[in-house]
């Protein structure tokens, strides 16, 4: 389990990234961590990208139905422009933001800021998604998580698109995804 960093050990700030499958408990960890940074009192700004719309427009909702309010944003530029009054910075669904995400949170990490960072590491073919690489190596703590696969209930690292549609962004979730582990994800 990732145990935050005292605030006065670090002076500075810092990026911790959740990366891992669909249905891997990416934002349940973002929640679990943003809601002990409120009981520590300190500042959380939180935001998600505008277009996934799949549960609440400005609510963060994870597949075991825990939630917290969210800021939606159309472009990674809001985040630095709002997120001044903030000492914690939340993303989720990182995978969907411009590559200039990558540059945000470096800035707020600069500025001493928390940056907790969620995204899907693979698309549905497998392949690194979107600004995801970058903000994997520039992270200074990264977490992976892995789902249950559902075709044979071993450790999942891949979200299998069981719809026929070819775009990288499908919006969706059990009607058109499925957590596998590699050999499954490959059959
Ligand atoms: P993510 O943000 O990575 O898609 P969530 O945090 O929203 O994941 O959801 C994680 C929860 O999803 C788990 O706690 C569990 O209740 C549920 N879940 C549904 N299908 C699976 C699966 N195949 N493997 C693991 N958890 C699953
Ligand atoms: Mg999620």
């Given at each position: 389990m990732f145990i935050e960093p005292h605030s006065n050990q670090e002076k500075t700030g810092w990026i911790e990234l959740v990366c891992g499958s669909m249905f891997s408990g990416k934002t349940e960890e973002l929640i679990r961590r943003l809601k002990r940074a409120t009981i520590a009192n300190q500042s959380v700004g939180i935001f998600k990208p505008r277009m996934d719309v799949r549960y609440d427009d400005s609510k963060i909702v994870s597949h075991n139905e825990s939630k917290i309010n969210a800021i939606p944003v159309d472009h990674s530029n809001e985040i630095a422009s709002r997120a001044?009054?903030?000492s914690v910075i939340g993303i989720d669904e990182?995978?969907?933001?411009?590559?200039e995400i990558i540059g945000v949170c470096e800035v707020l990490a600069n500025q001493g800021k928390r940056v907790i960072i969620a995204g899907l590491d693979m698309d549905y073919t497998g392949k690194p998604f979107g600004p995801m690489p970058q903000l994997l190596a520039i992270s200074n703590y990264v977490t992976k998580l892995h789902a249950v696969c559902m075709k044979c209930g071993g450790v999942a690292s891949y979200s299998y698109?069981?719809?026929?549609?070819?775009?990288?962004v499908v919006l969706g979730e059990k009607d058109h995804y499925e957590a596998r582990c590699r050999n499954c994800f490959t059959l």
């Open positions: 001044a009054s903030f990182a995978q969907f933001f411009d590559e698109r069981t719809s026929t549609s070819h775009d990288q």
